[in-house]
């Protein structure tokens, strides 16, 4: 029987190291050179570049692992979209949650007619199960979209108003992305930011638990199983935080 080759294989750092620096960089508004200063502080030496290879090669897998081990996506569809800049050009960001403020996916694309949503509604699809109801803004394309994906067209339909909030679900779901655009000062290339987003969705979920809502006991207790299923997820033997 041949023993499969580690998901770091080839890699001068140890797993600790690597895994450690994709999860700060996701989970944490960290820039490269950030995390770069952080491992210098702790005797590693390793350069921002050799940090952005490491998030765009193990980021996808971690991403993918976290959404497929949480619970069941909800039966609801909180879909919105917000703009944002790249390189001085408009772009639109659609993105879906579910009624417990799980992120489903994420679209970036140029506009935001009927063509776009029918591809956004098909991306969903192929990621998630047909909801019970769909909540969304008052934006047209929606309706005529839906109206010709089969699966979808006798799903209930419900228009918020944009001006009330009521669509908040989805709203609030775009903070986390805003906070990163400044602090990155702004996104760049609609690949690599779509790439990036998403990565940085899941993963950041996985640990932002709504601590309003715990006790502080629960809280702890509740994040040491995320940071052991963390552990399982990028295949490291303990806590990369404590290894060195």
């Known amino acids: 029987m041949t023993k499969s080759k580690s998901l770091y294989h080839g890699h001068r750092f140890p797993a600790e190291v690597i895994s ?24 590693i030496t390793v350069t ?8 765009d090669k193990f980021g996808k897998g971690f991403a993918h692992r976290v959404k497929a081990a949480r619970r069941e996506p909800g039966s609801t569809w909180h879909l919105d979209e917000m703009f944002v800049r790249l390189r001085g050009e408009p772009y639109l960001l659609w993105r879906a949650v579910d009624e417990h403020g799980a992120e489903l996916d994420i679209l970036v694309q140029k506009r935001c007619d009927k063509a776009a949503a029918k591809r956004f509604f098909k991306r969903l699809l192929r990621s998630s199960l047909v909801p019970r109801k769909i909540v969304t803004v008052q934006l047209r394309s929606y309706p005529a979209a839906k109206a010709e994906i089969p ?8 228009f918020v108003k944009a001006a009330a909030q009521l669509n908040n679900r989805a709203e609030n779901s775009h903070q986390p992305t805003r906070e990163r655009e400044r602090r990155i000062r702004g996104f760049r290339d609609p690949k690599r930011t779509q790439k990036f987003l998403s990565y940085f969705g899941p993963i950041r979920q996985h640990f932002a638990l709504k601590r ?3 006790r502080a006991s ?12 963390s552990c399982e997820f990028a295949e490291l033997a303990q806590n990369p935080s404590t290894a060195f």
């Open 212 to 214: 309003n809502l715990l």
């Open 218 to 229: 629960l809280y702890r207790k509740e994040l040491a199983a995320r940071f052991v299923a």
């Open 151 to 158: 699966e979808l067209a006798n799903v209930k339909h419900v």
């Open 20 to 43: 450690c620096a994709v999860r700060w960089y996701f989970r944490f508004q960290l820039s490269l050179r950030d995390i770069e200063e952080l491992l210098l502080e702790r005797g």
């Open 48 to 55: 921002y570049e050799t940090i952005r290879c490491w998030c």
